[in-house]
T-cell receptor, first 113, second 112 residues
Framework: AQSVTQLGSHVSVSEGALVLLRCNYSSSVPPYLFWYVQYPNQGLQLLLKYTTGATLVKGINGFEAEFKKSETSFHLTKPSAHMSDAAGYFC???????????FGGGTRLMVKP | NAGVTQTPKFRILKIGQSMTLQCTQDMNHNYMYWYRQDPGMGLKLIYYSVGAGITDKGEVPNGYNVSRSTTEDFPLRLELAAPSQTSVYFCASNSDGFQPQHFGDGTRLSIL
């Protein structure tokens, strides 16, 4: 069974600082990878996805993630945090075959002024 | 575009009561999903459907039932509500299993 680990359930950064949210997965084959963002009292919205091809993926709101097969990682970064980035972030993995998306436990990002 | 619409947004149930959480999508998506999200946790899949008339269990199906009579609607039924089912429930859909999922805003359910 797939598993997704997000290191750090809460991350706090200062406005303008680098954002780094970690995601590691277990898979014997390169899966499809997603990052979703959840604002308070809302559903999840897609930030970015990796399917095949270029390992550095750019998403919305200045976020990007890099797929590293050797490290089974898909960390999310943003060079400069903005107050509006405060939200919950979820990494998710879809196996090459199968319909069940597996989510990590989520990381709540807090941005200090 | 409405996308994925869930009703109600909030509900309080007594133990043993039953209710149906409604989910409808207007994107003509074949695939639909129900998840639950417990406080501070990620989402766990309850049931999913790959088309009208077809449903299948996810990771945590016990205590729930679903049906899919139309492409648009995918209701989730709780027959005998238990405190362990207190959670936020999300419905999602996509055009096929490999595409990003579109989520509704959730139903916050408390069982007392």
């Amino acid at each position: 069974a797939q598993s997704v680990t997000q290191l750090g359930s809460h991350v706090s950064v200062s406005e303008g600082a680098l954002v780094l949210l970690r995601c590691n997965y277990s898979s014997s084959v390169p899966p499809y990878l997603f990052w979703y963002v959840q604002y308070p009292n809302q559903g999840l919205q897609l930030l970015l996805k990796y399917t095949t091809g270029a390992t550095l993926v750019k998403g919305i709101n200045g976020f990007e993630a890099e797929f590293k097969k050797s490290e089974t990682s898909f960390h999310l970064t943003k060079p400069s945090a903005h107050m509006s980035d405060a939200a919950g972030y979820f990494c998710a993995v879809l196996p090459d075959a199968g319909n069940m998306l597996t989510f990590g436990g989520g990381t709540r990002l807090m941005v200090k002024p | 575009n409405a996308g994925v619409t869930q009703t109600p947004k909030f509900r309080i149930l007594k133990i043993g009561q039953s209710m149906t959480l409604q989910c409808t999508q207007d994107m003509n998506h074949n695939y639909m999903y129900w998840y639950r999200q417990d406080p501070g946790m990620g989402l766990k899949l309850i049931y999913y459907s790959v088309g009208a008339g077809i449903t299948d269990k996810g990771e945590v199906p016990n205590g729930y039932n679903v049906s899919r009579s139309t492409t648009e609607d995918f209701p989730l039924r709780l027959e005998l509500a238990a405190p362990s089912q207190t959670s936020v429930y999300f419905c999602a859909s996509n055009s096929d299993g490999f595409q990003p999922q579109h989520f509704g805003d959730g139903t916050r359910l408390s069982i007392l």
